[in-house]
Structures are given as structure tokens and as C-alpha cells.
């Protein structure tokens, strides 16, 4: 062929070329794959010098020279394919100086097995501010002139030394990982006033030079056989830091660097996290690896969201809890339980969370998940009544006026639907093996669908609007019962309910408890607020241990007598004159609480063992005392839930956006009207009754 031929079937194949390649370019990016069959006909790069791209991608495979020459291009990227699999691949066969593009600003040459001599001249790329040579066989000889650079990563390139890396002080982000360094090549680090990223991963390096870069936004020191973290608290700017794979060091130091947003600390053989609690402004926390069996305090970290939340693979998790409670702000508005990669989660928290129910899609995943709480969230039973390895269910205020599904539940042992209203209670009947039920604030005003469940052993209904619980009757396996804030009920029907042990009954208006009589293995009994009430049966009940007859409008204590098992009595807010002398022969006797009667007397406890005695607080055991204005502490922090001013009598609610608080305040609000309309109190009984009402708070958080 001759050399005229040659140069025209050249042209020729310059001409198709250039065709081919010109349609590929999108938004001035062109990306070519010589280890594609259909790239393989290119044997040089001439035909790029006419394009206007910003942008160039190259996966060479061929043994073709890289010359460019191309005035637009800003950010060129080559990697040789050749031989990867091999111990020593193919070298790619480039030298920088080949290189004409005086626009570069990025230039990534990793994975080419690159020497030294082929980055010769690479200080003519006057504009570069981005260089990757990782996994090369190259140090600085010739990088360290190019003044431009903000990013340098050296990833793998056996660096020993990186003396001339500080000649770079326009470097904000320098990645040095898998390198052979240690804390002496890194002394003169912090000359770096720009730098805010730093990696330093798998290297024999601590924190020792680098606790002095407070410019610092970003540090990872994987794998860096770290055991001291002390100097962490330096890096005051920081924010995200990565300490996986290491182990056997102290987290507290952590405390100190509240400006963290982002923490990885995976595989770091971590048991707790509980000194990151304080980490509040945390968005990402990677725990995965490690051997926690409980983050219980994660709720704390109230900046978590859970689209970008907490990596917890691997671990022996068996509690998760992520309901917020007291604490407002953390709405874990996007997450999706299927992102929970927690195959041995038994029990999952997420109430108050601002969750519907497509969020709860496979929560049947969880094969080992018992207790599941997902209170206050627009959640119904879609998505749980198929995890029937529940033995225990938390609904509170969750709006349900449907649980037909809750039968699929065989296991249920437990379930609170409290602060729900307007379901039919039907379907409980299928849940036999219900062991415990808590049905307060639902409105209910009968409760004979709940006969079946023979094996319930307590039961909840305060609060509600009861006038009979006939059904509770045939409750025969029974314990604790709690019926108060109803009203006027009748509780005839506990007359066979030997085996009650606590029963409260508390603002029900009762004037008898004749039925109480037969009940012998009580041993907790709360009869307070019921004005009218007749307690001479109550001397039949001999195995009481704890006893509440706070504002009973009694005159008179020497029924009680019998009642040598009391451990706390209240009898407070009473109109009694005289306590008989034989309280003393109550020698278990605790705690005594007679304030607010009309005891002018009270030589006669003076031999009682515990008189003088001072409880775990610090307070008296025995509070006997005529007359007194109310603590401090019983008007429970009033500046800040309520106001009671004395003796105006005048009581201010500030109101929450808590709907379960602000349901309660309504009842208390009518509690207080009532209070206020009896013309028997007096001002300090009133007083008392108001702090009655507000111990009910302590249901909702507050202290």
C-alpha cells in the first residue's frame, strides 16, 4: 500500500471517528471505554483535539499512547484496565508532559501503576486544583510544586515520607490512607491553615500533630490501631470523624466535640455508646460490627433522622428504642422499618414519632421482636396484627377506631389502647391469652365484651366512664385492678375476686366497700377522694400493706387497728383528731402521712420505731404535723406547669401541644372545678386536692 493510500484510508478513518464520537458527547462529557468491543477500533486520541468537551473519562485497555490535546477540557480522568488481576499490571503508557490541556483543573490518574518520571512537568496544569494518583508507585517529586493544588489524594501509594507535601499550604482536603506513615512524617501537618478534610486511614498515626489542625471539619482514622482519643477535643470545627475499626479506646473524650453532625465507629468492639449521649447536633451514626446489645439512650441524639440514621448491622441488638417521649424535635417523619437490618431485634420503641403506617411496611421481618410500642403515631394494625410473635403492644393515642385485626395476635400478652376512643372492644374477646390490658382515657362506658379474657391478671380502665364493670367479675384470675377517676361504680361484682392483690379506687365517689370485705390477699389498696366513704370493712383486710384514704372526710383511724401488716398508710387531708396510740403496735409501718387534720396530739407515736426516721429523700417517714402551708416541692415547680395563688385560690393550666397532656388537664380542669364548688374544704384541703391532680402528670414525663 502506499503511503498516499495510507494517509487518505487514515483520514478516512480519522473522518468516522470523530462522527461516531461527536454524537457521545452529553453536556460536554464524553466517556470512552476502549474495553468495549465496539471502542477497541481506537488506536490514538487525535480525534479529540476538535471536540468541545469539559469533561473526559478513559478505561484503556490497548497498549495506545495517551496524547491529548484539547484547549476545553477541565477534567480529565484515565484508568488502564490492562492486566488489573495481575500481580504487576500493565503500566499505562502516559507521560503528563504529553498532556496539552492548559484549562485542567482535575486530573485523576489512580490505578495506572504510575511511576515518578510520568507526572514529570505536571506543575505546567497552571489551573489544577484537584489531583488523584492513588494507587500508583509515586510520591511527591513532582506533586509537591504544584502550588494550585486544594485536593490531593494519595491513597496506596507507599508513601514513607511527605516532607515536601508541606510546600502545599493551599490544600483544604488531603487523603493519605493505606500509606506507611507515622505521627513523624505527620509533624508538620498542622502548617496546613486551609485544610478542613483529612485522611489519614490505615496508618501507624494517633492524634498527636493532627489535634493541632483546628481548621478541621472531617477526619477518618480507620483502621489506625488507635487507644487513646484524648486530644479529640481539640478539633473544635469538626464534624465528621470516622474511628471504625479500632478498638479498646475510651469514648469519653467525645463528650467534648459537641460539634460532630456525622460519627462512624463500626467494627471498634463497642458494648455502649452511652458517653455519646451528649452528641445532640448527630444526624449519622454508623455503630455496625460492634457487640451492643441496647442503645436505649440513642433517643437522646435528638438530631437523628432515620433516612440517614443509624447503621446498626451485625450487632447482637435485642432493644431498640427511638420514641422520643419527653423529648421534642426527633420525628422520624422518613423512616422505613425496612431499612432495620436487625435480625435479632425482641424489642422496638417508636412512639411519638410522627409515623403512618406504610413506614411499618415488613415489620414482619423481625421474627424475634416480643414487645413493640408505637404510641402516639397515626398507626393502626395493618402492618403489626402479621407479627405474631408480639407478646407485647403499646397503641396509645394512636386515633384506632378499628382492631379487628388484633386476633391474628395469638401470643399477645399485653396491650395498652389507652387514650383511644370510639372502637368497639368486640374483638378483644379472641385474645385470650391477654395477661394484662390498659383501657385508660378511651370513654368507655361498659366493658361486657372483655368477659372472655379469663386469663387477665391486671386491668386498667381509669379515667373512663364506668358505672358497672359486672363483666370484671368473671376475671377470676385478676391481681390489679385500677377503676379510678369513674364514676360512682358499682363494685359489687369484686366480691369473688380473691386473688386481688392492688386495687385502686380513687375519685370514685364509693361510700361502702362492704364487697371489699372478702378480698383477704389485698395488699395495696387506694381509696382516696371518695368524701363519703364508710371504711369499717377495711379491718378485715389484714394482709394491707399499703394504704391510701388521702381527703376521706374521716374524723376517726381506730378501725385500721387490725392492720398490723401496714407498711405505708395516708391519711392526710382528713378531719382527724386523735391518732390512737395503737398505730405504734404497727411496728412494719414505714411511712406515715397524716398532714393537713386537726391532730393537736401526736405524743402518742413517739415510741413508734420510725418516728424520727428520715426516708431515702431525706424527708420525715412520719408527717404529722396541724397545719402547714404547702412545700415548694408538693406545688411541683409551679412556675413552670401552673400557678396557685393562696389565698385567692386561683389555678392556671399552661396549656401543651401534648394531646394526651391536654386530655388530662380537661379531666383535672373538672376535678378542680368540683374541688372549688365543695363548700367543706377548707384552703389547704383545696390545696391538697390540687396537688393530688397534678401527681397524675408524672403519667405524661413531667417531674
Known amino acids: 500500500m502506499t503511503e498516499q493510500n495510507q494517509n487518505a484510508l487514515n483520514e478516512e478513518y480519522d473522518e468516522y471517528i470523530t462522527r461516531k464520537y461527536q454524537g457521545k458527547i452529553k453536556d460536554g462529557n464524553l466517556e470512552i471505554d476502549n474495553s468495549h468491543d465496539v471502542d477497541q477500533e481506537i488506536t490514538n486520541l487525535r480525534f479529540l483535539e476538535q471536540f468541545d468537551i469539559q469533561t473526559l473519562k478513559l478505561y484503556i485497555i490497548s497498549d495506545m499512547s495517551v496524547k491529548l490535546r484539547n484547549?476545553?477540557?477541565?477534567?480529565?480522568?484515565?484508568?488502564?484496565?490492562?492486566?488489573?488481576?495481575?500481580?504487576?499490571?500493565?503500566r499505562l503508557n502516559m507521560q503528563v508532559d504529553d498532556l496539552e490541556l492548559e484549562n485542567l483543573e482535575v486530573l485523576d490518574l489512580q490505578l495506572n501503576n504510575l511511576v515518578n518520571d510520568q507526572l514529570y512537568n505536571l506543575s505546567k496544569f497552571k489551573k489544577l486544583h484537584t489531583l488523584d494518583v492513588s494507587f500508583n508507585n509515586v510520591n511527591l517529586t513532582h506533586i509537591h510544586i504544584v502550588k494550585s493544588l486544594t485536593k490531593l489524594t494519595m491513597v496506596s501509594c507507599e508513601l514513607k515520607n511527605i516532607d515536601l507535601i508541606s510546600s502545599l499550604d493551599n490544600l483544604e482536603e488531603l487523603d493519605l490512607s493505606s500509606n506507611i506513615l507515622d505521627n513523624q512524617q505527620l509533624n508538620n501537618i498542622s502548617k496546613f491553615k486551609k485544610l478542613h478534610?483529612?485522611?489519614?486511614?490505615?496508618?501507624?498515626?494517633?492524634?498527636?500533630?493532627?489535634?493541632?489542625i483546628t481548621s478541621l471539619t472531617k477526619l477518618s482514622m480507620r483502621i489506625c490501631e488507635l487507644k487513646n482519643i484524648d486530644l479529640i477535643s481539640s478539633l473544635v470545627n469538626l464534624k465528621e470523624l470516622d474511628?471504625?475499626?479500632?478498638?479498646?479506646?475510651?469514648?469519653?473524650?467525645?463528650?467534648?466535640?459537641?460539634?460532630?453532625?456525622?460519627?462512624?465507629?463500626?467494627?471498634?468492639?463497642?458494648?455502649?455508646?452511652?458517653?455519646?449521649?451528649?452528641?445532640?447536633?448527630?444526624?449519622?451514626?454508623?455503630?455496625?460490627?460492634?457487640?451492643?446489645?441496647?442503645?436505649?439512650?440513642?433517643?437522646?441524639?435528638?438530631?437523628?433522622?432515620i433516612d440517614i440514621y443509624v447503621n446498626l448491622k451485625s450487632n447482637t441488638i435485642k432493644e431498640l428504642i427511638l420514641g422520643i417521649q419527653k423529648f421534642q424535635g426527633y420525628k422520624l417523619q422518613n423512616m422505613q422499618v425496612d431499612q432495620l437490618?436487625?435480625?435479632?431485634?425482641?424489642?422496638?420503641?417508636?412512639?411519638?414519632?410522627?409515623?403512618?403506617?406504610?413506614?411499618?411496611?415488613?415489620?414482619?421481618?423481625?421474627?424475634?421482636?416480643?414487645?413493640?410500642?408505637?404510641?402516639?403515631?397515626?398507626?393502626?394494625?395493618?402492618?403489626?396484627?402479621?407479627?405474631?410473635?408480639l407478646t407485647k403492644l403499646s397503641m396509645v393515642q394512636c386515633g384506632l377506631k378499628n382492631i379487628d385485626l388484633i386476633s391474628s395476635l395469638v401470643n399477645l400478652k399485653e396491650l395498652d389502647?389507652?387514650?383511644?376512643?370510639?372502637?368497639?372492644?368486640?374483638?378483644?374477646?379472641?385474645?385470650?391469652?391477654?395477661?394484662?390490658?390498659?383501657?385508660?382515657?378511651?370513654?368507655?362506658?361498659?366493658?361486657?365484651?372483655?368477659?372472655?379474657?379469663?386469663?387477665?391478671?391486671?386491668?386498667?380502665?381509669a379515667y373512663n366512664q364506668l358505672l358497672t364493670i359486672n363483666s370484671v367479675g368473671s376475671l377470676v384470675n385478676l391481681k390489679q385492678l385500677d377503676i379510678s377517676y369513674n364514676k360512682q361504680v358499682d363494685i359489687t361484682p369484686l366480691n369473688d375476686l380473691v386473688g386481688l392483690i392492688k386495687l385502686n379506687f380513687s375519685y370514685c365517689k364509693l361510700t361502702q366497700v362492704s364487697a371489699l370485705k372478702h378480698l383477704t390477699n389485698l395488699q395495696e389498696l387506694d381509696l382516696s377522694f371518695?368524701?363519703?366513704?364508710?371504711?369499717?370493712?377495711?379491718?378485715?383486710?389484714?394482709?394491707?400493706?399499703?394504704?391510701n384514704l388521702v381527703c376521706c372526710n374521716l374524723v376517726s383511724i381506730q378501725v385500721l387497728r387490725p392492720l398490723v401488716n401496714l407498711e405505708i398508710l395516708h391519711i392526710s387531708d382528713n378531719n382527724i383528731v386523735y391518732l390512737d396510740a395503737d398505730l405504734n403496735e404497727m411496728k412494719n409501718l414505714k411511712e406515715l402521712r397524716a398532714e393537713w387534720n386537726r391532730i393537736s396530739d401526736f405524743s402518742s407515736l413517739e415510741k413508734h420505731p420510725n418516728y424520727n426516721n428520715l426516708d431515702e429523700k431525706g424527708e420525715r417517714c412520719f408527717e404529722i404535723?396541724?397545719?402547714?402551708?404547702?412545700?415548694?416541692?408538693?406545688?411541683?415547680?409551679?412556675?413552670?406547669?401552673?400557678?396557685?395563688?393562696?389565698?385567692?385560690?386561683?389555678?392556671?393550666?399552661?396549656?401543651?401541644?401534648?394531646?394526651?397532656?391536654?386530655?388530662?388537664?380537661?379531666?383535672?380542669?373538672?376535678?378542680?372545678?368540683?374541688?372549688?364548688?365543695?363548700?367543706?374544704?377548707?384552703?389547704?384541703?383545696?390545696?391538697?386536692?390540687v396537688v393530688r391532680l397534678f401527681q397524675q402528670l408524672n403519667q405524661f414525663g413531667f417531674e
Open 341 to 389: 437490618e436487625l435480625e435479632n431485634l425482641e424489642v422496638l420503641d417508636l412512639q411519638e414519632n410522627n409515623m403512618d403506617n406504610n413506614q411499618l411496611y415488613n415489620l414482619v421481618k423481625f421474627k424475634k421482636l416480643h414487645t413493640l410500642d408505637v404510641s402516639r403515631n397515626n398507626i393502626d394494625l395493618a402492618h403489626i396484627h402479621s407479627v405474631t410473635s
Open 625 to 689: 404535723s396541724y397545719q402547714r402551708d404547702p412545700s415548694e416541692k408538693e406545688l411541683f415547680n409551679a412556675n413552670k406547669y401552673r400557678k396557685i395563688e393562696l389565698p385567692n385560690i386561683q389555678l392556671k393550666l399552661i396549656q401543651s401541644q401534648h394531646k394526651a397532656l391536654n386530655t388530662a388537664l380537661d379531666n383535672f380542669k373538672q376535678e378542680i372545678n368540683a374541688t372549688m364548688n365543695n363548700a367543706r374544704q377548707s384552703q389547704i384541703q383545696f390545696t391538697v386536692n
Open 71 to 90: 484547549y476545553m477540557l477541565k477534567e480529565l480522568y484515565v484508568s488502564n484496565l490492562r492486566d488489573q488481576d495481575e500481580e504487576q499490571p500493565q
Open 197 to 212: 478534610t483529612l485522611d489519614v486511614s490505615e496508618n501507624d498515626v494517633d492524634l498527636t500533630h493532627i489535634h493541632n
Open 243 to 305: 474511628l471504625s475499626y479500632n478498638s479498646d479506646f475510651d469514648l469519653s473524650p467525645l463528650q467534648q466535640v459537641r460539634s460532630l453532625t456525622k460519627l462512624y465507629m463500626n467494627n471498634c468492639d463497642l458494648k455502649n455508646i452511652d458517653q455519646i449521649v451528649l452528641l445532640t447536633n448527630l444526624d449519622v451514626l454508623e455503630l455496625s460490627l460492634n457487640q451492643l446489645k441496647t442503645i436505649n439512650q440513642i433517643y437522646l441524639l435528638v438530631n437523628l433522622t
Open 530 to 547: 371518695n368524701y363519703d366513704i364508710n371504711i369499717t370493712e377495711l379491718q378485715y383486710l389484714k394482709k394491707l400493706t399499703h394504704l
Open 417 to 461: 389502647l389507652s387514650f383511644n376512643r370510639d372502637f368497639d372492644l368486640s374483638p378483644l374477646q379472641q385474645v385470650r391469652s391477654l395477661t394484662k390490658l390498659s383501657m385508660r382515657y378511651c370513654g368507655l362506658t361498659n366493658i361486657d365484651q372483655i368477659t372472655q379474657l379469663i386469663n387477665l391478671e391486671v386491668l386498667n380502665l
